[in-house]
């Protein structure tokens, strides 16, 4: 199988290469100075690390493999604490690199650990997820959670490079691959429509990593991804586009206690978003039944508690995207016609709400 390499602009560039064999790439961007390279994993996935000490090792370097603990609860200020007492304990230098290897929480965390280590060292991303090599691992955003809210303390700091072993997903349990699709589908809904007509085409194989259009969903989505950061790496514009369903998505996780994948908390705040496109006034009717019906087609939730929505409304008041009391949506005008709700109406956003609730 060719790899697919696909170009992120920006200040440094880096490459998004995907295919299978990739990690023989991992050296060249590594590169001569490097001595020490931290990989941070998680603990329960050694067949999915042990490839990637092997060929770090095999190529000179030394490395320290750094087992977290799995999935969201990596992303925690603890967590990051006992990384950055690792790099120090193992001498991980300016000259140095971290390798985050896993789904988009270990590269979350693993990007943030690399971007506050001595103010800053190289990060190779690994992706081993469909979430995780069509959206965590690309773009720079790095972060952990806190009690407030998700995501509330990171970084920007990109990647040199990052490897998606298509080979990985076969391994990944369905309902996490699903969640992926999420982040697919939001590609869809913000920029690319072919994604959402092959998905529409054929769901079911949309849910498999071995379907007929899954490589060009994914290639299709980290297209999506490359062009905004690299347009927007700090997020003063269109790289709010991708936060598309993020803000009831966000208030959801909290709620749940990071225990709902957050891309199915991102299918519910898709919803949600397109609901409150259509009742400001922007989209059409036809946009909202066609969010839903191709989240259902591939087994994503549409809805959520009736009885959430006092909760879920004071944990959407501290969205990064809000600036002092005024209160900002991503919207869409059409498919891959994005715009912005600024300050909408409580009674506005409680009826959009109850629109999702069962
Ligand atoms: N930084 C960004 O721009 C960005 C973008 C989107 C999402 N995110 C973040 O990404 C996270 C969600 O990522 P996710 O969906 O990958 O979840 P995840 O990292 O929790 O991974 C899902 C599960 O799959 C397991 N896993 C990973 N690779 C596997 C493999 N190859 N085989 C078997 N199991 C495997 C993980 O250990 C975990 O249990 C959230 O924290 C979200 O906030 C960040
Ligand atoms: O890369 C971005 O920018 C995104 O918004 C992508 C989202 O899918 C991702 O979940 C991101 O982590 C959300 O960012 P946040 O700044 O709202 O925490
Ligand atoms: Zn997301």
Not at 123 to 150: C, R, Y
Not at 219 to 235: M, Y
Not at 250 to 265: K, P, S, W
């Amino acid at each position: 199988m060719t790899s697919t390499r696909i170009t992120v602009k920006g200040e440094r560039p880096y490459d998004v290469v995907v295919g299978t064999g990739v990690l023989a790439e991992l050296p060249g961007l590594l590169g001569d100075e490097v001595r020490t390279v931290a990989v941070v994993h998680p603990a329960g996935l050694p067949e999915i690390s042990r490839p990637v000490c092997g060929a770090i090792e095999s190529a000179g370097y030394s490395v320290v493999a750094l087992p977290v603990p799995d999935g969201e609860r990596a992303k925690s200020v603890d967590v990051a604490a006992e990384l950055w007492s690792a790099f120090g304990r193992y001498g991980v230098t300016r000259s140095d690199a971290v390798v985050g290897v896993g789904g988009g929480a270990t590269t979350d965390l693993a990007g943030f650990a690399a971007a506050t280590w001595l103010r800053g060292v190289k990060v190779v991303q690994v992706p081993t997820t469909l979430l995780g090599m069509v959206d965590a691992a690309v773009g720079g955003k790095t972060g952990i959670n806190t009690p407030e809210g998700k995501n509330l303390v990171g970084s920007f700091h990109p990647p040199s490079g990052v490897l998606c072993d298509l080979a990985t997903l076969v391994s990944v349990p369905r309902d996490d691959y699903v969640g992926g699709l999420a982040e697919v589908i939001k590609g869809g809904f913000i920029a690319d429509p072919t994604i959402l007509l092959l998905i529409e085409d054929d769901p079911e194989g949309a849910r498999l990593p071995e379907g007929r259009h899954t490589r060009a969903l994914i290639e299709r989505k980290i297209q999506v991804k490359a062009d905004v950061v690299g347009a927007d790496l700090r997020e003063s514009g269109v790289r709010e586009t991708l936060n598309y369903g993020h803000t009831l998505a966000h208030a959801i996780e909290r709620v749940e206690d990071y225990r709902m994948r957050h891309g199915e908390a991102v299918a519910i705040g898709m919803v949600y978003a397109a609901e409150l496109s259509h009742l400001s006034g922007h989209a059409p009717l036809s946009l909202v039944q066609r969010t839903r019906d191709i989240l259902a087609a591939v087994g994503l939730p549409t809805a959520y508690r009736h009885d959430a929505w006092p909760e879920l409304r004071d944990h959407m008041r501290v969205d990064k995207k809000n600036r002092g009391t005024r209160r900002r949506f991503v919207i869409l005008d059409d498919v891959a016609k994005v715009t912005r709700l600024e300050d909408p109406p409580e009674e506005l956003l409680e009826e959009a709400y109850r629109k999702i609730a069962r």
